[in-house]
């Protein structure tokens, strides 16, 4: 396996392609996903988004933020509705309640269109991006959300919310940070990861907008499984603001996993890559340095 770029390695603009290869070993975080979904892998941190372009419009034909508007993930509130956690301190483990409305202009939303086969996609993220989840509540008959996260160590987590309200925007996504006790160590952005499959390789190729991903299994490509509706979901965070881009593949056939991931400005971000290879969903990681 070739060694990944570290997230310091200098991209000579958007034309330059960058090969990452994901070296590093998954835990398993659980065995059945809370909302029935297939068994997941996650990163080797023990602790565990959908499309949003900055160009208008997705692949999927959805309206997105306008290239000149703020990324999605920066704000609690947006267009007449807000994240609202029953509590934002949290303790630390791996199986910790939480629970969350999405309030609206009427109250809780209790009506939602169907993004990737979901009513609302869960992602959460330690701020240092050394743990990511991407998970599926379940809504009970108040509108409230209920899922039980792996938050296992100390610092500030942020939630992000990604959902489309019916009647509303097309598309939202907003976030709120968790406080989590316990002792914090700081740690570095991931810049690898594989499936705990050693015969399973992750291979990013990117240059400019476009990143083909391609998956090996003892050296042959193999096809992802569909997942929610994809062979693979991808999501960019800005490092320091946890900025947030999740997109989908451009289509269904070739040997490389294609998208479109526009990053908007420049600077370092966590890439993670859901596929799903055997029933079991993984999460391949890397760091990049934008210029």
Do not use: C
Request: glycine residues 12%; aromatic residues 8%; hydrophobic residues 40%.
């Amino acid at each position: 396996m070739q060694t990944p770029s570290s997230a310091g390695t200098k991209l000579a603009g958007f034309a330059l392609a960058v090969a990452l290869v994901f070296g590093a070993t998954f835990g398993v975080a659980r065995a059945v996903a809370p909302d029935g979904a297939p068994k997941r892998a996650t990163d080797a941190h023990g602790t565990g988004g959908d499309d949003h372009s900055m160009d208008g419009m997705d692949m999927d034909g959805m309206e997105m933020p306008a290239a000149n508007g703020p990324p999605p993930g920066l704000a609690v509130a947006q267009e007449g509705y807000r994240f609202v956690a029953e509590a934002t301190t949290l303790a630390s483990g791996p199986a910790v309640p939480f629970r969350f409305r999405l309030e609206g202009p009427d109250g809780p939303v209790q009506r939602y269109e169907q993004l990737h086969e979901r009513e609302l996609h869960l992602i959460v993220v330690r701020r240092d991006l050394t743990g990511f989840q991407h998970v599926h509540p379940t809504r009970s008959a108040d509108g409230t959300w209920a899922i039980d996260l792996d938050l296992q160590g100390g610092g500030t987590w942020r939630a992000f919310a990604d959902f489309a309200p019916t009647g509303g925007p097309a598309q939202l996504t907003l976030g709120v940070d968790l406080q989590v006790a316990g002792a914090f160590e700081p740690g570095a952005a991931p810049t690898a990861a594989a499936a705990p499959d050693p015969s399973l390789d992750v291979r990013i190729d990117r240059r400019g907008d476009d990143v083909e991903i391609t998956v090996r299994r003892d050296g042959d490509v193999i096809q992802p499984e569909p997942y929610l509706g994809a062979r693979g979901h991808l999501v960019a965070l800005r490092a320091g603001d946890l900025a947030y881009l999740h997109v989908h593949p451009l289509d269904s056939a070739g040997p490389a996993v294609r998208f479109m991931a526009h990053l908007p400005t420049v600077g370092p971000y966590s890439l993670f890559f859901d596929y799903q290879v055997g029933g079991v969903v993984h999460t391949a990681t890397t760091s990049i340095e934008v210029q």
